[in-house]
Structure formats: C-alpha cells, structure tokens
C-alpha cells in the first residue's frame, strides 16, 4: 500500500517563506493498494492538487472523511473531478456528534461559494455507514470516536496485508468527555505498520490549549512506542509551527524506535 501527502496542516492554510518544505496546505491523504485502487483520507485544501492528478482517470473516487471541521473539508470545492460531467465521486462521511453528512456540500450553499452544489456536472453520493468495521474493495477499515470537539472518526485500514491508522484531530488526555481512553487507543493501533496521528501541539503550548481537541507530538510518540507500532508520522502541524521548528522536532526523535517522521506534502510511504 502506497500512502501519498497532500495535506499536513491543522486549522487553517499556512502558505509562506516558513512553511513551504513542509507545506501549508490542510488534510489531504491518499492511498494506493498494490491492486491500483485508491481511497482519499480527507478534503482539506491539499485535495486541490491531487484533483488535478486525478482528472486522467474515469474511475469512481472515494472519499473518506475524518469529521466536518473546516479544514477537513474546505477543499473539495475546488476538487477538479467535481467538475468533470458524469464522474462518480463517492463520499462517506466521519461519525460526528451532530451526523451533518451533507457539511461539505453545505458549505457551498447559499452566499457562501459561487458554485452551488447542485450545480456540479459529476455524480456526487454522500454515503454514511452506521458499521465500525466494513469491506471496501482492496481496503478493510475499522473506525472509532475521535477526542475532539464535535468527534469525528480514526480509521485502522488494512489492505495487501500492511495496516495504517489515521488518527488525526484527536487528543489523548482530554479534560472532559473520552469517547475514545487511552487503553482503548492502544488497542485500536497496536502493531499497525504506520500510525498517523495528531501532534499540533508542544508542552509550551499547554495548558492554554487544552482541551482543544489535539495531542502532544511527545504524546502521540509514546503512544507509538507503547503500542508497538512500527512508523509514526506526526501530522495536522499546528499553523505557527516553522519549517524550522519541525526539523528540531524531527532531530528531537531521531534514530528513536519507532521510526517518527513529520508529516511533508509530496512525502511518499510503502507499507
């Protein structure tokens, strides 16, 4: 399985001289099994780029989505096959507090976007599943809640026999409501291949933030190494946080076991 970054940043677009190794785009994933079939982790501003990739294709797109919080989904409108006539787009939404499914074809409604939903040529179908755990062609996925305001859905998917958890927007030890404990996610991300997890935050940024909705980069590490996972990748970079700043924080962890790369736009992994 093949996973490909489009996106890395948390809470809004960040582009700029500090943040162009790294990128400034928001959530956008995608992934590749053996077999060629793709499945697309969230619509954050990076899926503009990936649309463009994809308009050689006629093949359905699907989209995944993690929750409804707007840097998760500000993208699609500008997602290049929306706009190609007849192309299947298939999108199944987190499972959030509220069960918005339609959020992000909402957000193109009214005054807010030039381009009304009902207007798009392609066959859009937003799909919700009320299972945790189902078959989607090459992918298996398993899902649970989200510490995070509004939650939303981690997802372990395993195909070609390699497993990867994508865990973004969530926080660890959060102050009230756990929808998700920490034993709980040691369980739900015990061995996979590569974790992806939430690290917008730092200790200086404590207490301030807490409760927020996101980890420590210190904490999803620990979190890795407890659960035995075997590649980390800290993602969802807090908007303030440098190019700089994240080479410290890679040279903080190196040569530690797990491997713990920071999340890059274009950066490719096999698994």
């Known amino acids: 399985m093949q996973i490909k970054f489009y996106g890395v940043r948390g809470s809004i677009p960040t582009p700029g001289a500090d943040t ?6 928001t959530p956008c994933v995608l992934l590749t099994s053996q077999s060629g079939q793709q499945l697309i982790l969230d619509s954050g501003t990076g899926i503009r780029l990936l649309g463009q990739e994809l308009m050689a294709g006629t093949e359905e797109l699907v989209l995944l989505l993690s929750h409804n919080h707007w840097d998760h989904i500000q993208g699609f409108p500008f997602f290049a096959p929306a706009y190609q006539p007849g ?16 959020a992000i074809l909402k957000q193109m409604s ?74 709980q996610w040691l369980d739900f991300v015990a061995g996979v291949d590569l974790l992806i997890h939430d690290g917008q935050y730092l200790e200086a940024d404590m207490p301030y933030k807490l ?61």
């Open 20 to 25: 162009q190794r790294y990128g400034g785009n």
């Open 87 to 102: 192309r299947q787009i298939r999108i199944i939404p987190g499972h959030t507090l509220n069960s918005e499914h339609n």
């Open 110 to 183: 009214g005054e807010f976007f030039p381009v009304a939903p009902e207007q798009l040529p392609s066959l859009i179908r937003i799909t919700p599943i009320a299972e945790d755990q189902w078959q989607l062609g090459d992918f298996y996925i398993q899902r649970c809640p989200l510490n995070h305001p509004g939650s939303g859905s981690a997802y372990r998917i395993t195909a070609d026999g390699q497993a990867l958890a994508y865990v973004t927007d969530n926080e660890l030890f959060p102050p009230e409501q756990v929808l998700t404990s920490r034993t």
């Open 211 to 271: 409760g927020w909705g996101h980890s420590l980069v210190s904490q999803a590490v620990v979190l890795a190494k407890e659960a035995q996972v075997k590649k980390l990748v800290i993602f969802s970079h807090d908007p303030a946080r440098t190019d700089l700043q994240l080479d410290e924080l890679a040279q903080q962890f190196s040569g530690q076991q797990p491997e713990v790369l920071m999340a890059r736009e274009g950066m490719e992994i096999w698994c």
